[in-house]
């Protein structure tokens, strides 16, 4: 299995910035496919973006010019640069992996975006 640990959520006006990390630890070896994931009050887990082994990236249609998602493969860390965040930013962002082992979450990071 693989574990998870976000960090790097917080308060952030409108036009801000915030970089979200994950660590994994684990069977990281088997990693396929890294992810996050957000959930706003009342709404469904939706994709913002992931990262193959390989190093391509796709991104929700709402987030592509703003977000960037990136790995470190030397500190086992994926991250999720945010820019120009909107208030319809703000939701519970999730990190997910695919390995070998399955799928694994993360206990997920607040990202509020208000003035």
């Known amino acids: 299995q693989v574990q998870l640990v976000e960090s790097g959520g917080g308060l952030v006006q409108p036009g801000g910035s915030l970089t979200l990390s994950c660590a994994a630890s684990?069977?990281?070896?088997?990693?396929?496919?890294e992810d996050w994931y957000r959930q706003a009050p009342g709404k469904q887990r939706d994709l913002v973006a992931s990262i193959t082994k390989g190093g391509s990236t796709n991104y929700a249609d709402s987030v592509k010019g703003r977000f960037t998602i990136y790995r470190d493969n030397v500190k086992n860390t994926v991250y999720l640069q945010m820019n120009n965040l909107k208030p319809e930013d703000t939701a519970v962002y999730y990190c997910h992996v695919i390995s070998a082992s399955g799928g694994s979450w993360g206990q997920g990071t607040q990202g509020t975006v208000s003035s």
């Open positions: 684990g069977r990281i070896f088997n990693i396929y496919n």
